[in-house]
């Protein structure tokens, strides 16, 4: 095994909901952040999660040096963007913050500074000491702080993409934002989540709820169920908590995810394991 270690940051969809019926598992938007031996950190989504990573990230460490930070972005929809401007590290000129995503660099450098622009808000991403630098994660994979990433697309509307992580034989599935139903999509989701370590997948819904919500774009927590079987992965991590689902609801919808498939948890904010 490699020593890979993530932790959660925002594991809610759509929308924050930082209230007390909900704050066992949290209320922040998605953020994930994953290293390799206490490397580099790799971050998945902005999220409003990303705010106490960034705190944590400056936390004792004075200005000057040479820092870097990936964050890798599933998509654009705004509970996935939106901790951004609120992510300390790039306010600092000795943060270097490489973002990476499936879209071309032009538009995804423009998408971001639109969101981070007047009158949405009153600091520019492209003022100074904000330098982050935009890559395309190759379909092929890449190889990053040691950990090679393969993004794969997802069924979504206006698109979303998964990343597999792995690193010394440690497997982690990342696939947020996914609708089962297009037969494309779902197989290469399963050729991806193989055998994998974690699988941290949307499953947003209870079937029951599934009819009303069609082509919104998010999984229940059965279709979940069905993938960690097929997948044969040995944890499963049911992720993108509905805005409406508090502690008690989540609980609830977990005890009949497990009584598919045993290995199963729901995210939870500030949980951290090590593979
Ligand atoms: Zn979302
Ligand atoms: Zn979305």
């Given at each position: 095994?490699g020593n890979?270690?993530?932790?959660f940051?925002?594991?809610?969809?759509?929308?924050?909901?930082?209230?007390e019926?909900?704050?066992e598992?949290g209320g922040?938007?998605?953020?994930?952040e994953?290293?390799?031996?206490?490397?580099?950190?790799?971050i998945f989504?902005?999220?409003?999660?990303i705010?106490?990573l960034g705190?944590?990230?400056?936390d004792g460490?004075?200005p000057?040096?040479?820092?870097?930070?990936?964050?890798?972005l599933t998509h654009?929809?705004?509970?996935?963007?939106?901790?951004?401007?609120?992510?300390?590290?790039?306010?600092?000129?000795?943060?270097?913050?490489?973002?990476?995503?499936s879209?071309?660099?032009?538009?995804?450098?423009?998408?971001?500074e639109?969101?981070?622009?007047r009158?949405?808000f009153?600091?520019?991403?492209?003022?100074?000491?904000?330098?982050?630098?935009?890559t395309?994660?190759p379909?092929?994979g890449?190889?990053v702080?040691?950990?090679?990433v393969?993004?794969?697309?997802l069924?979504?509307?206006g698109?979303?993409?998964?990343?597999?992580?792995?690193?010394?034989?440690a497997?982690i599935?990342y696939a947020t934002?996914?609708e089962?139903?297009?037969?494309?999509c779902d197989?290469?989701?399963?050729?991806m989540?193989?055998?994998?370590?974690?699988?941290i997948?949307?499953?947003?819904?209870?079937?029951e709820?599934?009819?009303?919500?069609?082509g919104?774009?998010?999984?229940t927590?059965?279709a979940?169920?069905e993938?960690?079987?097929?997948?044969?992965?040995?944890?499963?991590?049911?992720?993108?908590?509905?805005?409406?689902?508090?502690?008690?609801?989540?609980?609830?919808?977990?005890?009949?995810?497990r009584?598919?498939?045993?290995?199963?948890?729901?995210?939870?904010?500030?949980?951290?394991?090590?593979?």
């Open positions: 095994m890979l270690e993530v932790r940051w925002g594991v809610r969809g759509s929308v924050p909901t930082p209230h019926p909900n704050m598992h922040n938007t998605p953020c994930i994953v290293r390799l031996g206490g490397g580099t950190p790799l989504d902005a999220g409003t999660g705010r106490c705190r944590k990230l400056l460490v004075p000057g040096g040479n820092h870097k930070a990936h964050l890798f654009f929809h705004w509970d996935h963007i939106q901790g951004l401007p609120f992510f300390d590290p790039l306010y600092r000129a000795d943060y270097f913050i490489h973002v990476w995503s879209l071309e660099v032009d538009l995804l450098q423009s998408t971001l639109r969101q981070m622009s009158p949405y009153p600091i520019d991403l492209t003022e100074p000491p904000r330098r982050p630098d935009y395309v994660a379909a092929e890449a190889e702080e040691g950990i090679r393969e993004p794969f697309p069924h979504h509307p698109g979303s993409t998964g990343y597999r992580l792995s690193a010394g034989g497997r599935v934002d996914h089962p139903g297009n037969e494309e197989r290469r989701l399963l050729q989540a193989d055998g994998a370590d974690l699988l997948i949307d499953s947003q819904y209870l079937p709820e599934y009819p009303s919500r069609r919104w774009g998010h999984g927590w059965l979940s169920t993938m960690a079987k097929r997948a044969g992965v040995k944890q499963l991590v049911l992720f993108h908590h509905d805005p409406a689902r508090d502690d008690e609801a989540v609980e609830d919808l977990l005890r009949m995810a009584g598919e498939f045993t290995n199963t948890m729901a995210a939870r904010e500030g949980w951290s394991g090590q593979l």
